[in-house]
């Protein structure tokens, strides 16, 4: 393995991995249907969008972005593209 020429981003995951930061995923299949789903909702990105929001919605949706795995304008996406479909459910409380 030491012949690899690995770049920083690459030597900073080999590192992170040798370090056991990383967590198996519970329930892989469930989760990866689920991943799959948001891929191929977000693949056809054709039209943008600017919107205002108050910073704190802004950073609770990068947090949970990054909680899920998903850069946060994806996460963005999948939510109103959940609303418009109408599967977006209300969080109980």
């Given at each position: 393995?030491?012949?690899?020429?690995?770049?920083?981003?690459?030597?900073?995951?080999?590192?992170?991995?040798?370090?056991?930061?990383?967590?198996?995923?519970?329930?892989?299949?469930?989760?990866?249907?689920?991943?799959?789903?948001?891929?191929?909702?977000?693949?056809?990105?054709?039209?943008?969008?600017?919107?205002?929001i108050s910073e704190k919605d802004l950073?609770?949706?990068?947090?949970?972005?990054?909680?899920?795995?998903?850069?946060?304008?994806?996460?963005?996406?999948s939510i109103l593209h959940k609303y418009?479909?109408?599967?977006?459910?209300?969080?109980p409380g």
């Amino acid at each position: 393995m030491s012949d690899l020429k690995l770049d920083r981003e690459e030597l900073e995951i080999l590192a992170s991995y040798e370090n056991q930061e990383w967590q198996s995923v519970k329930e892989l299949k469930e989760n990866t249907g689920k991943y799959q789903a948001y891929a191929h909702a977000m693949s056809r990105k054709d039209h943008r969008i600017n919107i205002r929001i108050s910073e704190k919605d802004l950073m609770d949706l990068q947090e949970f972005a990054v909680h899920e795995g998903i850069p946060y304008q994806t996460l963005i996406a999948s939510i109103l593209h959940k609303y418009v479909n109408g599967s977006l459910c209300e969080k109980p409380g």
